[in-house]
């Protein structure tokens, strides 16, 4: 309701609803330029015996409470548009009854907030205001003030988000008029993965066709192109991941880097009971220049290869994505698929987009059953030792040494042997031993280590898989 010339508000009976039958409430005047007048209470006009009901208002003359300017705190540029909503302490309500209003910066980043949202009894007072501050684009800004002094001047500065470049995953270099061929993604369940572009541009000749980019680039050059991989679980709903990718085509002149793998040859193998030999791991360096990718593949399903520590993955049941930089890879004898013969070898080859690859060679034999053996270097046998001992030796068996636990013998009162402790796993510390066995599964040579006694080390007990 807005008075007339004169000055005069009606509110008439359209102007009313009836709240249960009662018709009561409180009157809130206010006018730019003058302090908002104290409410006043309507009684309950549904019982009043005459109408109307006057209830007249004088405005106290006021003006500008807070003013001020918000700016870009990283350029100092001005910011408009910016919602400066504010509520008075102790809490109370503005015209209506909202507990909190706002005012919007103009063009230059100004805000005026007058004193029609405050009563007169602030001039002697004081007043108190929170301010919430928030814009597209930056983080929000607060602030409490209390002053007695009008106008109050109340400049912000709002902090434009920090943004992290999106991280590039850099594919292997490619070159030109040269078939490009590399899988994006390991799937076991090949209909449960994809692959698909979602932003920027692929080279030219190059395709992405059942989640395989390939094709022969006619344009060198650096691309920038973003994939949107979605894995669909055998539970739980869809995962989706875009990933920023950067793939350059050089010439065909180019330099190459390649890689190089730490073995040639390994020996797996697998117990009666078809339990296989431990994961072995592959270390694959690779050399610059150049972004150099590689895959891994195998000429037989008699082996198990991945890139994870427990390979579960047959080669013929599934596809698996090339490895950017260096890295490592595990091989297993497959228990499901054991070598029909005492003895088999296969191929495990390593591929990198450079046009060089490196084999090993992987020989699996069945196990005889024999026990594991070994050797207890120091201390000597029946030696009265000290303090803290090295206790060195090895320990083989044709599938795996699982174990290597060091006893003492008992003094008077003790049941039995008395455990001192466990040998660990130190792989490539006795090449000596490897080269006298080279029939027996490759890193399987197990090193004591230290103990502490003061009674002879009689006894060594290995564990192997049944």
């Known amino acids: 309701m807005t008075t007339d010339s004169s000055g005069i508000y009606r509110f008439t009976g359209s102007d009313i609803m009836s709240f249960g039958g009662a018709l009561s ?33 004088t405005l106290a003359p006021g003006g500008t409470v807070v003013r001020g300017t918000v700016r870009n705190s990283v350029t100092s540029a001005p910011i408009a548009g910016v919602a400066v909503s504010f509520s008075r302490n102790p809490m109370s309500t503005f015209r209506g009854g909202a507990t909190t209003v706002a005012v919007t910066t103009a063009a230059d980043g100004s805000y005026v907030i007058d004193s029609s949202y405050f009563n007169e009894s602030g001039q002697s007072s004081g007043f108190s205001i929170t301010f919430g501050l928030t814009a597209p684009g930056y983080l929000g800004a607060s602030r409490s003030i209390s002053f007695t002094a009008v106008p109050r001047t109340e400049d912000f500065n709002l902090t434009p988000p920090v943004t ?8 292997p270099d490619g070159y030109l008029n040269t078939l490009y061929k590399w899988n994006t993604v390991n799937c076991f369940i090949r209909s449960s993965c994809s692959v698909t572009v979602v932003g920027g541009q692929l080279p030219a000749g190059v395709l992405l066709n059942n989640n395989v980019l390939q094709g022969t680039p006619t344009q060198t050059g650096l691309y920038l192109f973003k994939l949107e991989y979605t894995t669909i679980p055998l539970f739980g709903p869809p995962s989706v991941k875009d990933v920023n990718c950067m793939l350059e085509i050089k010439t065909q002149a180019a330099v190459r880097g390649h890689v190089t793998v730490n073995r040639s040859t390994l020996h797996l193998a697998l ?8 994961p072995q791991p592959i270390f694959v360096n690779t050399t610059s220049p150049g972004v150099i990718g590689w895959t891994i593949s195998a000429n037989s ?28 890879f595990y091989i297993q004898a497959n228990f499901h698929s054991p070598p ?26 069945k196990s005889t059953g024999a026990p594991p053996f070994g050797v207890l270097d120091t201390p000597v046998d029946n030696s009265m030792v000290s303090g803290a001992v090295p206790v060195t030796g090895w320990a083989l068996d044709d ?14 009162g003790e049941p039995g042997q008395i455990y001192i402790g466990s040998a660990p796993f130190v792989p490539d510390a006795r090449p000596d031993v490897a080269n006298a066995f080279p029939g027996e599964p490759t890193m399987q040579v197990r090193r004591c280590h230290s103990a502490r006694s003061t009674l002879p080390i009689r006894s060594l007990r290995f564990q192997a898989p049944t």
């Open 164 to 171: 992290t470049p999106p991280e590039v995953s850099p594919l």
């Open 340 to 365: 029909s013969t005492f003895t088999s070898t296969s191929i495990v080859t390593v591929q990198d987009t450079g046009g060089n690859s490196q084999q090993i060679a992987v020989t699996i034999t």
């Open 301 to 328: 399903n008699s082996v198990l290869v991945s890139v994870n520590p427990a390979p579960t993955v047959q080669f013929e049941q599934t596809s698996i994505a090339g490895t950017v930089g260096s890295g490592q």
């Open 399 to 412: 599938v795996e040494v699982q174990a290597v636990d060091i006893y003492r013998d008992p003094v008077v």
């Open 25 to 57: 409430g409180n009157l809130y005047v206010g006018a730019s330029g003058y302090f908002e007048a104290p409410p006043a209470a309507v009684p309950d006009l549904s019982v009043q015996s005459s109408l109307p009901v006057i209830r007249d208002f």
């Open 271 to 278: 117990s009666s009971s078809n339990t296989p030999s431990s």
